[in-house]
């Protein structure tokens, strides 16, 4: 078991608040991703759990057990770094078992445990070469192992693929989540990138401002956003805003937004627009559309029937509407009063 848990936990340095009363469960054997943008908390978070930026109050527990007066070393963590922070001087061998011979574990238990893990991440190849000969992918590799012959219940990792050309990442993607699969244990991954975030994560933690926004499966936080941030941050091409009457913003996603060449008098919102940018991106097509009043949305679809300076007409059904209040939090269906001042407005137009 490797469940971690925040009670009622804030984070300050001197005066400033990061983290603000936070509670928070990480189910055991997922993989969850926290993400957000820069400052937003998500690795203060991940660095109370391993123990080097200790709580300022609060408990954290991993397996039930507080672990706030345990050593970082003792917590049964591994951490994987931005920078890898292997040492150049040594083999890929040396590297990986590096903290088991300061852990004076005998020879024998320590060929079987590097053989296991450079296995397991593709390296057996690689044991006798410097860090120097590899690439960037290989590198990460040998930071990986390094932590899973640690035999941790819990894998952190800070931004690990940041380093990594984009094509690299997708690969390396791919590869941790294989990982993940292996091992059955539990990974908390930080990453600003919402792609990473939505293509491996089976639980996503987003966070704004040292706050929780939403936490959710990556289908559900994308096709069901709480509040107005999570509308705007997961996503891309981002959420479509608009603001409507009486603080109420309505949002839509560019996939839902369809381009005619006159208005559909069946559809609940539609403008007049003209197409601005396009973009081809080989199965897609992302269009911009500027109304008359100066305001931009992006809409994507398969088909690609017009060119930039086109006057087009965009359509979107109720059906794919989102609403937000004054306070920015979502307004659902089942509020039935807020819901209905929402269509009243929405029947008004911009």
Do not use: W
Not at 85 to 92: E, H
Not at 99 to 112: F, T, V
């Amino acid at each position: 078991m490797a469940a971690i848990e925040f009670k009622n936990v804030t984070k300050k340095f001197g005066n400033h608040v990061v983290i603000e009363n936070i509670n928070l469960k990480i189910k055991d054997g997922s993989f969850t991703v926290l993400v957000g943008p820069s400052g937003c908390g998500k690795t203060t978070l991940l660095r109370m759990i391993a123990g080097i930026g200790p709580q300022t109050s609060g408990q954290v527990l991993i397996d039930g057990n507080d672990v706030t007066e345990i050593a970082p070393g003792k917590r049964g963590v591994a951490m994987v770094f931005q920078n890898y922070a292997i040492y150049p001087t040594m083999n890929v061998r040396d590297n990986i078992e590096f903290g088991l011979k300061n852990n004076k574990i005998p020879k024998e238990e320590r060929d079987i445990l590097v053989k296991e893990a450079s296995e397991k991440v593709g390296l057996e190849e690689y044991l006798d070469r410097k860090p120097s000969t590899l690439s960037g992918g290989q590198r990460q590799r040998v930071a990986l192992a390094r932590a899973m012959v640690k035999k941790p219940s819990v894998f952190l990792m800070d931004e690990p693929l940041s380093n990594l050309d984009a094509k690299l990442r997708v690969q390396m993607r791919v590869e941790l989540i294989e990982l993940h699969k292996k091992l059955q244990t539990t990974f908390v991954y930080v990453t600003h990138d919402q792609v990473e975030a939505m293509s491996m994560a089976d639980t996503v933690i987003l966070m704004n401002n040292g706050f929780i926004q939403q936490i959710a499966a990556p289908e559900e936080i994308y096709r069901n956003p709480a509040n107005l941030f999570t509308a705007r941050f997961i996503g891309s091409p981002a959420m479509n805003i608009v603001e409507l009457n009486d603080g109420i913003r309505l949002g839509f996603r560019p996939e839902r937004g369809i381009l005619s060449d006159e208005a559909d008098p069946k559809a609940d919102f539609s403008v007049e627009g003209q197409v601005v940018t396009r973009e081809m991106l080989g199965r897609e097509t992302t269009y911009s559309v500027r109304d008359p009043q100066g305001r931009t949305y992006m809409v994507t679809g398969l088909d690609d029937p017009y060119k930039v300076d086109d006057k087009v007409y965009l359509n979107v059904s109720l059906k794919h509407i989102y609403f937000f209040g004054k306070d920015e939090q979502r307004i659902y269906e089942e509020d039935a009063q807020q819901y209905q001042a929402c269509l009243e407005a929405l029947r008004r137009g911009l």
